[in-house]
């Protein structure tokens, strides 16, 4: 089966489909294009799960129509709802008194896309259910039911079977989201892809800054090693990183920084075996638990990390620390 793609295998919006593990799923997705099925799509931090979204969007039939993302992990639990539903006058002390449109009527016609759905509040959880069954909501503070014509893709890096079992997510909504689940493999699981990927990189960052740069054999082998826990997003970095701070017009392997999968002790087996989300989460809260003995205040650890106040608020909570 041919790829579908443009230039380096670039399918657009940075999806690259030359592999065999992405040119299945764009077989599959090509199927679905025309209908309005719900997708789920699964995969670890980094491996372009918003690109397959608005991929999927842009061969659907509401192509023209808006795209609209909703990161659930962005948003404070105390303001999902309003900005997701939207509100009538009055609906709440610091309501706007005019009302406002949520982001679902937004994207009326189109297509929304719930990115990191696990996060999703639990109590909030049976209104998204209503939503997609139903494909009507309630304002917040009304009585009134409003419809709304959209296709929905969420898209998740935990396991919702897992969040299930702890009742932490809803069986019924767990359901309902997988109609068609689209399992994007890890980078290390996908080694066709390397090359694509480092050619699609290395022109992007070209044309970016404005140079002519090319890479050894010996470089790709050097790239190709690395298990890239932080998958394409982290190979994106190192590329740019290496078109922008190369010595002259050829990067070679000496330039390609240490890095830290080299250093990793250990069979090759029990490396792969390492859970990648757990490693990050554990990192996270270790951060996230010593900024808080430090500085005690969610709007200080914020600071430190360089986040906002409400992500810092939010993974304090995650973490259960206080």
């Not at 997510?169 to 309902?176: G, N, S, T």
């Not at 890239?228 to 002259?248: C, D, F, P, S």
């Not at 808080?292 to 993974?315: C, M, N, P």
Request: aromatic share 8%.
């Amino acid at each position: 089966m041919a790829p579908m793609s443009q230039k380096n295998g670039s399918a657009g919006d940075g999806l690259i489909v030359t592999d065999l593990a992405m040119q299945e799923i764009i077989e599959t997705i090509s199927r679905i294009s025309f209908t309005d099925s719900t997708i789920l799509i699964t995969g670890e931090s980094g491996t372009g799960k918003s690109a397959l979204a608005r991929y999927i969007h842009q061969h659907s039939w509401r192509a023209d129509q808006p795209f609209v993302t909703i990161n659930c992990t962005t948003i404070p639990d105390n303001l999902i709802e309003s900005e997701l539903f939207g509100y009538v006058p009055g609906a709440f002390t610091s309501a706007n008194a005019k009302g406002k449109p949520g982001l679902v009527k937004t994207a009326d016609h189109g297509t929304l896309f719930f990115d990191e759905i696990s996060m999703l509040p639990y109590q909030l959880q049976a209104k998204f259910l209503q939503l997609i069954q139903e494909r009507n909501y309630t304002p917040v503070g009304s009585v009134d039911v409003e419809s709304v014509d959209v296709r929905i893709i969420a898209a998740t890096n935990q396991s919702l079977a897992d969040l299930m079992i702890e009742h932490k997510f809803r069986e019924d909504l767990y359901y309902r989201l997988r109609v068609i689940e689209l399992d994007i493999p890890p980078l290390r699981k996908r080694p066709d892809a390397m090359d694509p990927l480092i050619d699609h990189f290395l022109d992007m960052y070209n044309k970016r800054y404005g140079f002519d740069r090319s890479i050894t054999p010996s470089a790709r082998n050097k790239l190709k090693a690395y298990k890239w826990k932080g998958n394409i997003r982290e190979l994106q970095y190192v590329m740019e990183r290496l078109v922008v701070t190369a010595r002259g017009d050829v990067i070679d392997a000496d330039e390609i920084p240490d890095l830290p999968n080299e250093h990793i002790e250990g069979p090759v087996e029990d490396e792969e075996q390492v859970n990648f989300e757990e490693a990050v989460a554990a990192y996270e809260r270790q951060l996230l638990e010593k900024a808080f003995r430090k500085y005690g205040s969610s709007y200080k650890v914020a600071d430190r990390l360089g986040l906002t106040q409400s992500k810092a608020s939010r993974l304090l909570r995650k973490y259960g620390i206080r």
